[in-house]
């Protein structure tokens, strides 16, 4: 599949990505065969540039980092520490989530990362996780976890598919944690459904698949919302949705274009702020103008 021998990696967490741009999805999850490929054919494409990120994100890795540290005391029949829970939510915020591997690259600092109107400081941050404090104390109360942020993988489609599920409850029933800033919750089906296919190949099918959601709210309380996900129905999206991008993924490799992956302008990501690739010759589709004649 891949120009090189070694086996593609497909992130769980990306596939949400590739169902709403699977060329913005390419771009961030296969960028060394991008640039391979694409210095074969004589077009070179440079795929280096790093992902921005954003404020609403890093306060999403500090909600997560709270969430943790309070299942994992309960885990071992203990009570966290607030100041101690505290102390970490807040350098979360200030310098992103502790590195998964040495090999990570750092996150930005705070004061680097793009503004957020809606989040236009850390006290700001602060003061919307502290809304989201009932929400989590019931999420806390009623999970029952075996493990948090498991790494699972199971080789499908000519991809070695990775995932690290925020927790995984007795009767394998996996979550999910989410911040979200509208009242409707984002769907990421194709995600769970992806959790839930690792899973199944280990031979750990899932019997449950939950998205916790906790709302960034500025002057009252969050509510946590509960979305559950039909677990056959979103593995066989996931499935289908994975031997898509396998059929992309070969016909990049073959041809060296990049119009083997479908680009979606309509997305309201399709902007430099959210897309790697805008600015590219990866994608043009921010090269469309409107021409007014009078």
């Given at each position: 599949?891949?120009?090189?021998?070694?086996?593609?990696?497909?992130?769980m967490?990306?596939l949400s990505?590739?169902?709403?741009?699977?060329?913005?999805?390419?771009?961030?999850?296969?960028?060394?065969?991008?640039?391979?490929?694409?210095?074969?054919?004589?077009?070179?494409?440079?795929?280096s540039?790093?992902?921005?990120?954003?404020?609403?994100?890093?306060?999403?890795?500090?909600?997560?980092?709270?969430?943790?540290?309070?299942?994992?005391?309960?885990?071992?029949?203990?009570?966290?520490?607030?100041?101690?829970?505290?102390?970490?939510?807040?350098?979360t915020?200030?310098?992103?989530?502790?590195?998964?591997?040495?090999?990570d690259?750092?996150e930005?600092?705070?004061?680097?990362?793009?503004?957020?109107?809606?989040?236009?400081?850390?006290?700001?941050?602060?003061?919307m996780?502290?809304n989201?404090?009932?929400?989590?104390?019931?999420h806390?109360a009623?999970?029952?976890?075996?493990?948090?942020?498991?790494?699972?993988?199971?080789?499908?489609?000519?991809?070695?598919?990775?995932?690290?599920p925020?927790?995984?409850?007795?009767?394998?029933i996996?979550?999910?944690?989410?911040?979200?800033s509208?009242?409707?919750?984002?769907?990421?089906?194709?995600?769970?459904?992806?959790?839930?296919?690792?899973?199944?190949?280990?031979?750990e099918?899932?019997?449950?698949?939950?998205?916790?959601?906790?709302?960034?709210l500025k002057?009252k309380?969050?509510?946590?919302?509960?979305m559950?996900?039909?677990?056959?129905?979103?593995?066989?999206?996931?499935?289908?949705?994975?031997?898509?991008?396998?059929?992309n993924?070969?016909?990049?490799?073959?041809?060296?274009?990049p119009?083997?992956?479908?680009?979606?302008?309509?997305?309201?990501?399709?902007?430099?702020?959210?897309?790697?690739?805008?600015?590219?010759?990866?994608?043009?589709r921010?090269?469309?103008?409107?021409?007014?004649?009078?």
């Amino acid at each position: 599949m891949s120009a090189s021998t070694d086996t593609p990696k497909l992130r769980m967490s990306s596939l949400s990505t590739f169902a709403d741009c699977p060329r913005r999805g390419a771009f961030r999850q296969f960028a060394a065969i991008i640039a391979e490929v694409s210095e074969k054919f004589g077009r070179p494409i440079d795929t280096s540039r790093p992902f921005k990120g954003s404020r609403a994100a890093r306060l999403g890795h500090a909600l997560h980092r709270k969430i943790e540290l309070l299942l994992n005391a309960k885990m071992e029949s203990q009570v966290a520490p607030q100041e101690l829970v505290e102390q970490a939510t807040l350098e979360t915020l200030y310098e992103g989530p502790p590195l998964r591997n040495p090999t990570d690259a750092p996150e930005l600092a705070w004061d680097d990362l793009p503004e957020d109107d809606n989040i236009a400081d850390v006290e700001t941050a602060l003061k919307m996780i502290d809304n989201m404090s009932s929400a989590i104390d019931k999420h806390v109360a009623k999970s029952k976890p075996l493990a948090l942020e498991r790494f699972i993988s199971a080789p499908f489609a000519g991809f070695e598919l990775t995932g690290h599920p925020d927790q995984i409850d007795e009767e394998i029933i996996v979550k999910d944690n989410k911040s979200h800033s509208g009242t409707n919750p984002k769907y990421y089906g194709e995600q769970f459904g992806g959790y839930g296919l690792i899973l199944k190949e280990m031979g750990e099918k899932p019997t449950a698949l939950e998205q916790n959601n906790f709302q960034r709210l500025k002057e009252k309380e969050s509510p946590l919302r509960v979305m559950q996900y039909i677990v056959d129905d979103v593995i066989k999206d996931a499935e289908n949705l994975i031997h898509r991008t396998a059929n992309n993924l070969e016909a990049y490799v073959d041809s060296g274009d990049p119009s083997a992956f479908h680009a979606n302008p309509h997305s309201p990501l399709c902007s430099p702020k959210w897309c790697d690739a805008y600015g590219t010759d990866w994608c043009t589709r921010h090269k469309q103008g409107v021409t007014t004649i009078v």
